[in-house]
């Protein structure tokens, strides 16, 4: 099977590989991969060891307002905006294929707004708050890295508004052949939002950050529109003295995701279908949001062993084995503080749209949202 797939490789075109290895690619990472091909993949994918669920008193909560606490730490994630030592990161390397396969920044949220559109007007309110704006770092893929730019056009300056891709492999057949589309190309996929460490250092812009006094990265889906910049959140980041921490929510029916656990001594995000057999993930009763608050110098420094699991998708009519590696195990190599937010009503910090029905139902919010950061106004 690896003899096959490397001869497969060796007979690939030189500049397609030469376009996957500028995006991360690494031939002896994929015959790794298609040599486990033949293990359990729920084995695999699972944790070895044992989980267990996080104390009570591990779940942090934001101070009330108004109280003494909550202006302090409002006060000093306020001063830390105005330094300008906040840079925000948004994962928007997603296709809607919910919603039609389309670019999922690209989708409107209000009439004549996108996702996009919200996350710029959220800037500009952070401008006006605090004399500047951070910059914003949109992490794509190479399906959303160019209708992104065209539509940011020269406003994408690679300084107070920047794009950089996530990286790519290739599909496997699940007999260990490179999976190939009706043409005979390879078919090549993004390998997971955990590629942010390694792709944003190799993009440049986390050294330029830190060398100007950048301090702090806010990471969050771009279909996220509740994980806005938040003073207080930012105050109480700085406040732990954290070099990372994870906003998480209560936990609704039907969420689909992983949560925190205590794994070889401390707290760790884990996806549910990575957790042993025998623990109940009814224990957790948090929800991870994918929105984390870390220091850069611990981002630009960190290096980990990431986990890549095992993901089987129907790709053109067929079984196609990836593997991709998930932002939460940053988790692993960075000890987080974990900090319990709202997920109601205006003030919900979590406020996913994964689909048509989502998006309806959350409109309203959305358009309150457009209205407070100054999108409806005339010339906006």
């Known amino acids: 099977m690896t003899t096959t797939l490397q001869q497969e490789l060796e007979a690939l075109d030189p500049g ?47 101070p009330p307002a108004p109280s003494a606490q ?131 250092r190799a993009s440049g812009l986390l050294d330029r950050f830190r060398a ?4 702090y990265v806010w990471v969050s889906n771009l279909d996220n529109l509740g994980a806005c910049v938040d003073a207080l959140v930012l105050g109480w980041h700085i406040d732990r003295g954290a070099a990372l921490t994870v906003e998480l929510v209560d936990k609704h029916p039907g969420d689909a995701g992983g949560g925190p656990v205590m794994y070889r001594g401390r707290p760790m995000i884990v996806e549910h279908f990575r957790l042993p057999r025998e623990f109940d993930p009814e224990q957790v009763p948090v929800f991870n949001t994918n929105t984390f608050l870390v220091d850069a110098g611990a981002l630009a420094e960190l290096r980990m062993p990431w986990t890549y699991v095992r993901v089987d998708k129907k790709v053109g009519g067929r079984v196609a084995v990836q593997f991709e590696r998930l932002l939460g195990e940053l988790t692993a190599g960075i000890e987080p503080r974990l900090l319990r937010v709202s997920r109601e009503g205006l003030a919900s910090r979590f406020l996913p749209v994964k689909d048509q029905a989502a998006l309806e139902k959350l409109r309203p919010v959305f358009v309150a949202m457009a209205e407070s950061r100054g999108l409806t106004r005339p010339g906006r």
Not at 128 to 147: C, F, H, K, R
Not at 174 to 200: F, K, V
Not at 212 to 215: F, H, L, Q, V
Request: overall charge negative; some cysteine; proline content about 5%.
């Open 212 to 215: 100007g006094g950048g301090r």
């Open 70 to 200: 909550h202006a302090r730490l409002t006060a000093l994630g306020r001063e830390a905006l105005v330094r300008g030592e906040l840079a925000v990161c948004v994962l928007a390397g997603g296709m809607a294929t919910r919603m039609g396969g389309v670019v999922k920044a690209l989708v409107e949220v209000v009439p004549g707004l996108s996702f996009l559109d919200m996350q710029l007007g959220e800037l500009r309110q952070l401008a006006e708050l605090y004399g500047a704006a951070p910059p914003l770092w949109l992490m794509t893929s190479e399906a959303t890295d160019a209708p992104v730019r065209a539509a940011l056009g020269a406003r994408c300056d690679g300084s107070a508004i920047a794009a950089f891709e996530q990286f790519v492999s290739l599909r496997l057949a699940p007999e260990g052949a490179l999976l190939r589309d009706g043409n005979g190309a390879p078919s090549s996929y993004p390998t997971g939002h955990g590629d942010l460490p390694e792709a944003l």
């Open 16 to 62: 397609l590989l030469a376009h996957l290895r500028v995006r991360g690619f690494r031939r002896e990472q994929l015959l790794a991969w298609a040599a486990t091909l033949a293990e359990d993949t729920d084995r695999t994918n699972r944790l070895p060891g044992s989980v267990a669920a996080v104390p009570e008193e591990q779940l942090g909560r934001l």
